[in-house]
């Protein structure tokens, strides 16, 4: 009996042009720590709400891995967190997840990603974000999906305006020791659906489907 009789997520793919998304192997995991304990961003900002990457290289790999462990235990179809591991020609590069809460009543799902600092500005961002709001609207038929950038993440900013986000707010954080000001953002269906820039296929996500709260397909392929 193989893990994905009780754990069908295993099984699902996402693959891009560049990269393939998936639940990460326990190797896979490893890696994508020690890419975390390399450096995510430069040191002299903080784009993240969370500050977990302030902290020494050793803390941000085992924070990475009981972040991972963490969802895996707590997921309950009405509040769950997917995060894939994104890899580029078998290596991981990176992660990027997409989160619900009520998903079968609010249609509606927020992203987060991170890649190792080594492979920025090569447009992987654009193109594994791409993969997970397919996965959102082609394959869970969501209504919505929101994000959110700090007013100077000048390059997470740029990924959700390419793929069609507007303006839904702002919010006002602290970040070290400093004020900061969020810029909210939000991408319905109908403007994914005009921002389509990556082709993306979908596997083994029938099986997936109750785990979202869904009990039936809509799409288990696209591109």
């Known amino acids: 009996m193989s893990l994905m009789t009780h754990w069908p997520l295993a099984g699902l793919r996402l693959t891009t042009p560049r990269l393939e998304l998936r639940l990460p192997s326990p190797g896979e995991l490893a890696a994508l720590a020690s890419l975390a304990a390399e450096g995510v961003h430069d040191p002299a900002v903080q784009p993240f709400t969370v500050a977990w990457t302030d902290v020494a290289p050793e803390q941000r790999a085992q924070s990475v891995l009981q972040y991972h462990w963490r969802c895996w235990g707590e997921w309950r179809p009405e509040d769950w967190e997917l995060n894939l591991v994104v890899l580029q020609d078998g290596v991981v ?120 709260g869904l009990g039936s397909p809509h799409s288990s392929s696209g591109s």
């Not at 090569?122 to 397919?134: D, K, N, P, S």
């Not at 394959?139 to 993440?153: C, E, R, Y």
């Not at 900013?157 to 970040?175: A, P, Q, T, W």
């Not at 020791?177 to 996500?205: D, N």
Request: net charge positive; hydrophobic share 40%; charged share 20%.
């Open 93 to 212: 590069v990176g992660t990027q997840g997409i989160s619900a809460r009520d998903f079968v009543i609010r249609r509606e799902v927020h992203s987060g990603s991170w890649l190792g600092r080594r492979y920025h500005h090569r447009g992987l961002g654009t193109e594994m974000r791409a993969a997970v709001l397919h996965l959102a609207f082609a394959g869970l038929d969501a209504q919505h999906a929101v994000s959110g950038a700090f007013a100077d993440n000048t390059a997470s900013l740029g990924v959700s305006g390419k793929l069609g986000y507007r303006d839904d707010g702002i919010e006002h954080h602290v970040v070290r020791a400093q004020a900061a000001v969020l810029r909210r953002l939000r991408l319905t269906s109908e403007q994914w659906r005009e921002h389509q820039l990556v082709p993306v296929k979908i596997e083994g996500l029938q099986e997936c489907l109750p785990w979202f």
